[in-house]
T-cell receptor
């Protein structure tokens, strides 16, 4: 069975600090996809990144970076020099690929508060 | 430009009074999804359409129905809303590769409709 664990329920940081959001997943498939979504107070889920299980390269996009490690089944997300606009709930999600009709499974989310 | 549009953004209904939520997309995606998200919880998939093929999650209550009259639109009907159905309802779309690996495509979400049941 697939499962996503985001152990950090809430994190609070001061602006300009770096912050890492943890995500640990479980799956029996060798082919799967991992996602991060941001949900600001407005409610919309904003897609941030998608990574497949065959691509362990870390990725950087501006102040965002992602560290994918299959050995520890983790897909952590780091925000560098955090800003108030980064305040949101962040969801990690897993989808088992190429096996047909499988839903996107979300973690419970991490609420990030960035204080000015 | 908005790609996944949900109307209304806020909906208030009375206990037991049927309500319909609307979702439209300009992406021409094959797959449309409906999620329910209760306060401080993760989104939970209710059902999805691949083109006109309807796929219901096993634990979705019968009280929830859906219609997809064409590629662009998908509706969520709640036949008899209860207090426990108060939630944010999120619509999402994905391109959907040819009938395998259905959910490997990225899902793009609308802004959601927040439903209040009085």
């Amino acid at each position: 069975a697939q499962k996503v664990t985001q152990a950090q329920t809430e994190i609070s940081v001061v602006e300009k600090e770096d912050v890492t959001l943890d995500c640990v997943y479980e799956t029996r498939d060798t082919t799967y996809y991992l996602f991060w979504y941001k949900q600001p107070p407005s409610g919309e889920l904003v897609f941030l990144i998608r990574r497949n299980s065959f691509d362990e390269q870390n990725e950087i996009s501006g102040r965002y970076s992602w560290n994918f490690q299959k050995s520890t089944s983790s897909f952590n997300f780091t925000i560098t020099a955090s800003q108030v606009v980064d305040s949101a709930v962040y969801f990690c999600a897993l989808s088992e690929g190429l096996s047909g009709n499988t839903p996107l499974v979300f973690g419970k989310g991490t609420r990030l508060s960035v204080i000015a | 430009d908005a790609m996944v549009i949900q109307n209304p953004r806020y909906q208030v209904t009375q206990f037991g009074k049927p309500v319909t939520l609307s979702c439209s997309q300009t992406l021409n995606h094959n797959v449309m999804y409906w999620y329910q998200q209760k306060s401080s919880q993760a989104p939970k998939l209710l059902f999805h359409y691949y083109d006109k093929d309807f796929n219901n999650e096993a634990d979705t209550p019968d009280n929830f129905q859906s219609r997809r009259p064409n590629t662009s639109f998908c509706f969520l009907d709640i036949r008899s809303p209860g207090l426990g159905d108060a939630a944010m309802y999120l619509c999402a779309t994905s391109r959907g590769p040819p009938r395998t690996g259905l959910s490997t495509d990225t899902q793009y979400f609308g802004p959601g409709t927040r439903l209040t049941v009085l």
